[in-house]
């Protein structure tokens, strides 16, 4: 069987994996809660 097991919704992307775009989702996320707790400080 050629078919993928699950479908990736959509191509749009600007990483050439996934492992990549969530660690960068991660680091982005984290530098968000850090500004929000030192703002809110």
């Known amino acids: 069987m050629s078919k993928e097991k699950f479908d990736r919704g959509t191509a749009l992307t600007i990483f050439k994996n996934d492992r990549v775009e969530d660690l960068s989702a991660l680091v982005i996320s984290l530098v968000i ?4 707790y030192v703002y809110i400080k």
Do not use: I, P, R, S
């Open 33 to 36: 809660a850090f500004l929000v």
